[in-house]
Nanobody, 124 residues
Framework: QVQLVESGGGLVQAGESLRLSCAASTIPTSSYNIAWFRQRPGKERDFVAAIGWTTSSTYYADSVKGRFAISRDNANRTVYLQMRSLKPEDTAVYFC?????????????????WGQGAQVTVSS
């Protein structure tokens, strides 16, 4: 079983930056993707970014492309989400997820391990 713990959330002003971290207890297979999703109250959980654990492939939602960057530190089993030029609409609970999602990297149902979430609030 994979345990995921997010950290780095907080309250920032629009235009500022924030970095989220997702620490994994273990990555049981090299074919895993690690992804970030976000969810607002009463809304569906939306895809933000994903990265392959052993590949260089990265994927981003159009809403964050050019502003957010996903990266990983395999040795420390940690995935990061660097967020810059934050907007009020980025306010959400951010979740990291792991799974053999393959081509379905942007789908919540393709991941079977989830963190508890980190609150990010961007004031206008």
């Amino acid at each position: 079983q994979v345990q995921l713990v997010e950290s780095g959330g907080g309250l920032v002003q629009a235009g500022e930056s924030l970095r989220l971290s997702c620490a994994a207890s273990t990555i049981p297979t090299s074919s895993y993707n690690i992804a970030w999703f976000r969810q607002r109250p009463g809304k569906e959980r939306d895809f933000v970014a994903a990265i392959g654990w052993t590949t260089s492939s990265t994927y981003y939602a159009d809403s964050v492309k050019g502003r957010f960057a996903i990266s990983r530190d395999n040795a420390n089993r940690t995935v990061y989400l660097q967020m810059r030029s934050l907007k009020p609409e980025d306010t959400a609970v951010y979740f990291c997820a792991a799974g053999r999602s393959g081509d379905y990297y942007s789908k919540t149902w393709a991941y079977n391990y989830w963190g508890q979430g980190a609150q990010v609030t961007v004031s206008s």
